[in-house]
C-alpha cells in the first residue's frame, strides 16, 4: 500500500495518455504499470509524408502530430506520441499493408543492412520532450518461399518493414545494433522511464 504522500503525488501528476490504437504499444506502456488511456491521434500522416522529409525527421515530426493532435481535447494530461519508420537506400518503408507489399519489402531488404527510426515524444501543456531511437540491422540472405513461409506465420501486415522482431520475425536477421530493444516493437521504453520520471512518476 502506498504512504499518504506518495498519494498525494500520484493526485498532482498528470494523467497519461497514449496517442495511438497500436496493441503493441498499448503492451508495452503496460510493462511500466502505471494507469493510462489510449486515444485514436486525430493527424494528416499523409500530409507529412508529402513533404518527402528523410526517414528520421518524417518520423519526428509524425510522433509529436500524432501527440499535438490530442492537445487541444486534453490540456492538462501528459500525451505519448510515437512513430517508426524504416529507412532503406534512401527509401521509407512503412507497414506494408499487403501480403504483396510486404513480400516486396523484405526481398528488396534480403541480404542488405537497413535503419528502423523510432521516434518518441511527450508533451506535457508547454513542455515537449523528444527522444529518437535508431536501430542497425542488418537481414539474412532469404529465398522467396522462406519470405512467404514467414510472413504467413507472422502476419507483420501492420509492421513497418514487415516483421515482428519480439515474434518469429527475429529468424530473418543476423545482425541487431540497438540501446533498447523494446524500441524496435514501437515504444522506447528505457528513454520513457527517464522522461516520466522527469515529470515526477516514481518508477519504479
Known amino acids: 500500500m502506498s504512504s499518504p504522500a506518495a498519494r498525494g503525488r500520484e493526485k498532482d501528476l498528470p494523467e497519461i495518455v497514449l496517442a495511438s490504437t497500436s496493441p503493441y504499444r498499448r503492451a508495452l ?15 494528416d500522416e499523409e500530409a507529412a509524408k508529402g513533404q518527402k522529409p528523410d526517414a528520421r525527421t518524417l518520423a519526428e515530426q ?18 505519448i506520441g ?18 504483396a507489399h510486404a513480400v516486396e519489402q523484405l526481398s528488396e531488404m534480403a541480404g542488405q543492412s537497413h535503419e ?8 506535457h ?8 531511437n535508431v536501430t542497425s540491422l542488418r537481414m539474412r540472405n532469404l529465398s522467396r518461399p522462406a ?9 507483420p501486415l501492420d509492421c513497418a518493414g514487415s516483421y515482428k522482431l519480439e515474434s518469429r520475425g527475429i529468424v530473418l536477421f543476423d545482425r541487431i545494433q540497438t540501446d533498447d530493444h523494446t524500441a ?10 527517464s522522461i516520466l520520471r522527469d515529470l515526477g512518476y516514481e518508477i519504479p
Open 82 to 99: 510515437c512513430d517508426q519508420l524504416v529507412a532503406f537506400q534512401g527509401r521509407i518503408f512503412g507497414k506494408p499493408g499487403t501480403v
Open 125 to 132: 501543456r508547454e513542455r515537449v520532450i523528444r527522444h529518437i
Open 62 to 79: 509524425l510522433a509529436l502530430a500524432k501527440a499535438a493532435s490530442l492537445l487541444a481535447d486534453e490540456p492538462d494530461v501528459a500525451i
Open 184 to 193: 524496435i516493437t514501437g515504444l522506447p521504453l528505457v528513454s520513457l522511464v
Open 116 to 123: 528502423l527510426y523510432t521516434a518518441l515524444v511527450v508533451v
Open 147 to 155: 519470405i512467404e513461409r514467414y510472413i504467413a506465420a507472422d502476419q
Open 29 to 43: 506502456l503496460d510493462r511500466l504499470g502505471l494507469p493510462f488511456r489510449c486515444r485514436a491521434p486525430r493527424c
